[in-house]
């Protein structure tokens, strides 16, 4: 398991000499229709603004019909104090001087999946990829929603209610044809593809999404560039936000907040210099407080910022967090893996590597009025691996597998 984090650690930067699609093929495969168990619509009614005020909270109460939801016992939270391991090799100098932590109990709630890959959920509702990332599998009340991707793989899988947001490309954009970006409403079924409808541009073939309150960030490239855009999901209208320099620079780990855009700029050299910057309002900002070049993600907030840095070159899945507290000064939070950053209810999220004692990774949330907060804790063998969190919007999400290496999502208030 930790060699297939490193791989998808390096994958994000593998792409260095890559950055740039090859044409502007138009080829686009033609859509595959969403196939629905029933014709019945127990979703809420299908307005253009849903009412997420009654279901703040969901994540204990909304998920509680067709799954294994009792067992809820498999995803404590947070609340044993007891050891919390040696963190790892890159983080072990980095909690004698990084700031408290405190345990706090949020109300988890454990659904099974179908399928072992990329996971997310939102509400009642989950997505789960296969292990081939050839498909994802969408299901909710009354109904189950499918897309296969046309080439390559599923890259990307984001859910907040009432969207659902499926990536698929390359691995490679040198070469390779444009991406699929399929955006479905839950509330409806009904699913549309980037770059068809709308005046948003048409994905790239390989790269990063990131959701946020009805908008995605994505990545485009026809001729002959490599671009970050932004969408509005109701409308599938949007544009291009800023291009890389052909060949030269490329663009990942994008991150998508109330306060701006943060994303990590590479190079072409052999040993890549890693840049984060944060994008608001058209205007590009780099984040000075971070190391330079050893950058690797960044979650921008309204006065703290949230970052990784990888010193290590040949451990690129194990980082440190950093970010500024409520006096702007930067603190370390302490090891992190690459990666796992993600902005929900106000708060980032990431993941810490456990010890060396076999047990899953801690879920911490940091904000700079609450400071650092471990929220999620294994208890036993229960749960043999995290995946990266997702938000759902009310709800963060952890994507995980059982002891028995069976896909589970748990899911809990985010607020």
């Known amino acids: 398991m930790r060699a297939a984090r490193t791989i998808a650690a390096i994958a994000a930067v593998c792409v260095v000499a890559a950055c740039s699609s090859s044409g502007d093929d138009d080829a686009s495969p033609d859509d595959e229709a969403s196939t629905h168990s029933t014709t019945t619509d127990s979703s809420p009614s299908a307005t253009d603004e849903d009412d997420g ?20 016992d498999d995803s404590t939270d947070g609340s044993d104090d007891g050891d919390d391991g040696d963190t790892t090799d890159e983080g072990d100098d980095a909690t004698d001087d990084s700031v408290n932590e405190e345990s706090v109990s949020l109300n988890w709630t454990m659904r099974r999946l179908d399928d072992a890959g990329q996971a ?66 839950l509330r409806s079924g009904n699913r549309r593809m980037v770059g068809k409808v709308g005046s948003a541009p048409p994905p790239s073939a390989s790269g990063s999404i990131s959701m946020d309150d009805g908008r995605l960030a994505y990545p485009t490239g026809p001729n002959n560039r490599y671009c970050l855009a932004q969408l509005d999901l109701k409308s599938l209208n949007g544009k291009r936000l800023t291009c890389a320099k052909p060949l030269k620079e490329g663009f990942t780990q994008f991150r998508l907040t109330p306060a701006a855009l943060g994303y990590t700029s590479f190079d072409s050299k052999a040993k890549p210099c890693l840049t984060l910057k944060r994008l608001d309002d058209g205007e590009t900002d780099v984040v000075e407080a971070a190391d330079r070049c050893v950058g690797w993600e960044v979650v921008p907030g309204e006065d703290s910022d949230v970052w990784l840095q990888v010193e290590n070159r040949h451990r690129v899945e194990v980082g440190t967090a950093y970010a500024r507290d409520g006096d702007g000064d930067a603190v370390k939070l302490g090891p992190a893996m690459s990666g796992s950053t993600t902005w929900c209810g106000g708060s980032t999220y990431y993941v810490r590597p456990a010890g060396k004692d076999g047990r899953a990774d801690d879920l911490m949330r940091w904000s700079p009025e609450s400071g650092l907060q471990r929220v999620w804790t294994p208890q036993g063998r229960k749960v043999s691996f995290v995946f990266a969190p997702h938000c759902g919007g009310s709800t963060i999400t952890l994507p995980a597998l059982d002891r028995k290496q069976n896909g589970i999502v748990l899911t809990a208030p985010a607020a």
Not at 166 to 172: K, L, Q, S, T
């Open 53 to 72: 005020t009654a279901d703040q909270g969901d994540g204990a109460t909304d998920d509680d019909g067709d799954r294994d939801e009792g067992d809820s």
């Open 120 to 185: 997310a959920a939102t509400r009642a509702w989950t997505g789960v990829a296969d292990t081939l990332g050839k498909q994802v599998t969408i299901s909710g009340p009354g109904r189950t929603l499918r897309f296969r991707a046309a080439r390559g793989r599923v890259q990307g899988l984001e859910m907040q209610w009432p969207w659902a947001v499926v990536y698929a490309g390359a691995d490679m954009t040198r070469g390779a044809k444009r991406g699929e970006l399929a955006v479905y409403d």
